[in-house]
């Protein structure tokens, strides 16, 4: 069964950094795109990714992490990580990792709806 299985949560202060793991089992396929998506506290998982990957390696960021957040994938081993600094306490939520088997190219960054493999979630707690 494909399985993800996200690691590297916490709580930390405003301004530290966390990195995000996302190991994939095998029959997860290496073609497909992956990325990672949060969903806030009281809030529906957001739609919008907060990094991802495309299968030609194309990387794209939400506007509220540019510049703070690092997506990188050992495709080695099939390893996702989300690399985050200077966080803030907005950045508080639960992160999940998504992948699918089909290949998605283009700039454009794929949806949340366009993934069907997700992980269980970790929960990063950012406080002030």
């Known amino acids: 069964q494909a399985q993800l299985v996200e690691s590297g949560g916490g709580s930390v202060q405003t301004g530290g950094s966390l990195t995000l793991s996302c190991a994939a089992s095998r029959d997860t396929g290496s073609n497909g795109p992956m990325g990672w998506f949060r969903q806030r506290p009281g809030d529906e998982r957001e739609d919008v990714a907060t990094a991802t990957i495309s299968t030609d390696g194309r990387i794209n960021y939400a506007d509220s992490v540019k510049g703070r957040f690092t997506i990188s994938k050992d495709s080695a081993n099939n390893i996702l990580y989300l690399r985050m600094s200077r966080l803030r306490p907005d950045d508080t939520a639960t992160y999940f990792c998504?992948?699918?088997?089909?290949?998605?190219?283009?700039?454009?960054?794929?949806?949340?709806?366009?993934?069907?493999?997700w992980g269980q979630g970790t929960q990063v707690t950012v406080s002030s």
């Open positions: 998504a992948t699918r088997r089909r290949a998605w190219y283009g700039p454009v960054a794929p949806k949340a709806r366009e993934f069907d493999i």
